[in-house]
């Protein structure tokens, strides 16, 4: 995996072009804000990152605050989109990447952080779409301590942001997944929801979620996966195609049951038959 060790940080690594500003020149800062203190500056400063510096599309704040309360110094961390979010990680010590295709939003968040005391030393932009980043920048390994999922929103994005950020985390790792009310980012939700190896933390603003990944997913394929225990799912008919097809299914799985017993029940009568008294 080419994520940043605590110890082997450096901004301009193999991915180095992908890379803008900031530097570990910057470690040694004379104010270091505390990630409360920064939490509320940024609500007293409203920075706009976004959108060439005309929007502020930012985390609410009680997904701002669990950030802030997760986070270790020190800890692994990594997000699809950059924002407030990203000055919090900053903030609270990570050695953290950010990955957004907006080299622009990366300057005015380093900028913000050295005008809040926010040591950015350990913090790595990468500019460039998640879904072209993050299949090269992480392995199976499972190093990450934390991940946020807020980049592109639009299927199939969400996604595949946690199709690779899902395996690099760490057992015990938290991953927040923003705006799961958006139903595109939904069903990466819900199948966290359903699935053992996950447990809901919280529901936070309404619309984030944070999980911990609390086992490796099971072995098999996907009927092993709880978020297939709906199958067949038979949505893209019309009602009554719908229920009648969803009736010959159930028709035709109890005849396959059966037929799968079969060879027991006739087993059990031999056995009857040969007791004594059978
Ligand atoms: C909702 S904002 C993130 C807000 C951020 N969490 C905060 O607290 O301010 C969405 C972000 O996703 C970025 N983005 C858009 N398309 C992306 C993509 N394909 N991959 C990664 N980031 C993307 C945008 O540039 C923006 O930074």
Redesign the pocket.
């Known amino acids: 995996m080419n994520l940043p060790s605590e110890r082997t940080f450096v901004v301009n690594d193999r991915l180095g072009d992908r890379t803008t500003g900031g530097g570990p020149e910057r470690s040694n800062m004379a104010t270091i804000a505390s990630g409360q203190d920064t939490i509320e500056r940024l609500r007293a400063d409203r920075p706009a990152?976004?959108a060439g510096g005309g929007a502020r599309?930012?985390?609410l704040p009680g997904t701002?605050e669990e950030i802030r309360r997760s986070v270790r110094p020190g800890d692994i961390t990594l997000?699809?989109?950059?924002?407030?979010?990203?000055v919090v990680f900053a903030a609270a010590g990570a050695v953290h990447t950010a990955?957004?295709?907006?080299a622009g939003?990366h300057e005015r968040i380093r900028a913000y952080c050295r005008r809040a005391g926010v040591d950015d030393a350990r913090l790595r932009f990468l500019a460039g779409?998640?879904?072209d980043v993050l299949p090269s920048l992480l392995g199976r390994e499972r190093t990450l301590d934390f991940a946020?999922i807020?980049?592109?929103h639009a299927f199939p994005?969400p996604a595949v942001d946690w199709c690779y950020i899902s395996r690099a985390l760490r057992i015990g790792g938290r991953l927040l997944i923003?705006d799961i009310t958006i139903p595109t980012v939904a069903p990466v939700f819900r199948h966290m929801l359903v699935e053992p190896n996950w447990r809901l933390d919280g529901v936070l603003d309404e619309r984030a979620a944070v999980l911990t990944l609390i086992a490796e997913p099971a072995p098999g394929d996907w009927p092993a996966q709880r978020s297939n225990d709906r199958f067949p799912d038979f949505g893209y008919a019309p009602r009554f195609r719908r229920l009648e097809l969803a009736a010959r299914h159930r028709v035709v799985s109890l005849a396959r049951h059966l037929a799968e017993r079969a060879p027991a029940l006739r087993r059990a009568y031999h056995r009857a038959r040969r007791a004594p008294g059978g």
């Open positions: 990152f976004h599309w930012d985390s701002l997000e699809t989109g950059a924002g407030a979010s990203t990955i957004s295709p907006d939003e779409h998640s879904e946020l807020d980049g592109a994005f923003d």
